[in-house]
């Protein structure tokens, strides 16, 4: 893995997360290539990557680049802007991928989908040549689970309680709690569940302890029924891009 730190004078002021994770995206994009079919992203850092993206085709750049997006919102987004779109059917191969991710550690695995899009850009992402992820140094944890906040499963709706309780039951040596995600939608004061762009549930999963081998953890976790897909993102990261006060970090896998 090498490691290489992007020429970046230290700020006179601190920084903002939003402004760390625009210089973070604005780097990532200097890997985008003219004739490039692009995995474009889905959440807050991806978003200012997408932006980029379209500013460079509209000053004209960068040109005959197609978009493949990893949500609904980001289809819109990357439509908004100009950005020509295709799916997987017609470009099964794409030559790169700019994302985000909740957390990173130190062997470049990823946890994503918090903000519930993880199986389309898993599916995505995984089509890519090169993985390019874009990250503020609030999101680097010495193991994944490691920050405290959730590690998301997608699950079908059907006897949803069933299966978060056996996604529990699977890790309770490491203090397991298991949450259906929910959004702000209420229907007679009761919330209602968090609805992926595929129609599934999303269980969170927070771990207390290091949950092991993420290979192993990985399997169990999708040899359940019921399960479509978690946010463990192994070994796909080709680089992460870190933007922290001091700089930009860049790791190469």
Request: net charge negative; charged share 25%; hydrophobic share 40%.
């Amino acid at each position: 893995m090498e490691t290489s730190l992007a020429s970046l004078s230290p700020p006179s002021v601190i920084l903002t997360q939003d402004e760390l994770k625009k210089i973070a995206a604005y780097k990532a994009v200097e890997f985008v290539e003219s004739g490039m079919v692009l995995g474009l992203g889905t959440g807050s850092t991806a978003c200012h990557a997408v932006d980029r993206i379209g500013e460079l085709l509209r000053q004209g750049k960068l040109k005959n680049v197609i978009g493949v997006p990893t949500s609904k919102k980001t289809h819109e987004q990357a439509l908004s802007l100009g950005i020509p779109l295709s799916d997987l059917d017609s470009h099964p191969v794409l030559d790169l991928a700019i994302d985000g991710a909740d957390e990173v550690d130190t062997e470049m695995n990823l946890v994503k989908g918090r903000g519930g899009s993880l199986l389309r850009e898993k599916m995505v992402e995984g089509a890519c040549k090169k993985f390019v992820v874009i990250v503020d140094e609030s999101k680097l944890v010495p193991y994944i689970g490691g920050s405290g906040l959730a590690m998301p499963v997608e699950v079908v709706p059907f006897c949803w309680k069933f299966t978060a309780k056996r996604l529990k039951d699977l890790f309770e040596d490491c203090g397991c709690v298991a949450k259906l995600r929910t959004c702000c939608e209420k229907i007679n004061k009761k919330e209602q569940p968090f609805v992926t762009d595929n129609g599934n549930y999303i269980v969170d999963l927070y771990f207390k302890k290091d949950i092991g081998d993420l290979k192993i953890a990985s399997d169990s976790i999708l040899r359940l029924a019921g399960v479509v897909e978690h946010g463990m993102f192994l070994d796909m990261a080709t680089t992460v891009i870190v933007a922290g006060e001091l700089g930009v970090t860049i790791k190469n896998k």
